[in-house]
């Protein structure tokens, strides 16, 4: 049962256009996303999170959109540079399972092409 | 100002071996979380663990596996006579509260079961 999924495996860009990543979810109870990126051999490292009560944050070149209705969240990367290539997992968290609980999306490899 | 350690990074472990991950949180985070991330998979919540409690093992297989955050020393994630179905890569990440604080993850060990 993948209640957070990102059906994307792959995902290639070229240098300075934007990079749309997508995530949909199911369970209607999570209230907190998050974005991780993840490089090889490492850990994944926080890039991005939006509350339920947002449709929208921006962090510089990261921006989050969440439409609640259609249960689907995307990041939006611009412009896109070649060390932003690695992969990218949606994260959410909810009162239901306990906010602490992050269930993670299976990722998406991005590659931005020089 | 580390940040979350984890070790050993690789561990290689014949079937019916043990073995034994450790964690050291962010200076400051009380909160600690483990996480496993089999192949082609995203990151699965295990448990999480304030100091001396275990708040919610629910990701846990229900043999085999245990957790511990003592007093004093690193959170350790054991593993009794493991098996090929448990290599994988295993995550610790730790938060300063929990709820809506993003958690901050270690380099992962990546635990090989011949």
């Not at chain 2, 275990?54 to 007093?71: L, Q, V, Y």
Request: proline fraction near 6%; hydrophobic fraction near 30%.
């Amino acid at each position: 049962d993948q209640q957070v999924k990102q059906n994307s495996p792959s995902l290639s860009v070229q240098e300075g256009r934007i990079s749309i990543l997508n995530c949909d979810y199911t369970n209607s109870m999570f209230d907190y996303f998050l974005w991780y990126k993840k490089y090889p051999a490492e850990g994944p490292t926080f890039l991005i999170s939006i509350s339920s009560i947002k449709d929208k944050n921006e962090d510089g070149r990261f921006t989050v959109f969440l439409n609640k209705s259609a249960k689907h969240l995307s990041l939006h990367i611009v412009p896109s540079q070649p060390g932003d290539s690695a992969v990218y997992f949606c994260a959410a968290s909810g009162q239901g399972g306990g906010t602490y609980k992050y269930i993670f999306g299976t990722g998406t490899r991005l590659k931005v092409l020089a | 100002n580390a940040g979350v350690m984890q070790n050993p990074r690789h561990l290689v472990r014949r079937r019916g071996q043990e073995a034994r991950l450790r964690c050291s949180p962010m200076k400051g985070h009380s909160h600690v979380y483990w996480y496993r991330q089999l192949p082609e998979e995203g990151l699965k919540f295990m448990v999480y663990l304030q100091k001396e409690n275990i708040i919610d093992e629910s990701g846990m297989p229900k043999e085999r596996f245990s957790a511990e955050f003592p007093k004093e020393g690193p959170s350790i994630l054991r593993i009794q006579q493991v098996v090929r179905g448990d290599s994988a890569a295993y995550f610790c990440a730790s938060s300063s509260l929990p709820g809506e604080n993003e958690q901050f993850f270690g380099p992962g060990t990546r635990l090989t079961v011949l």
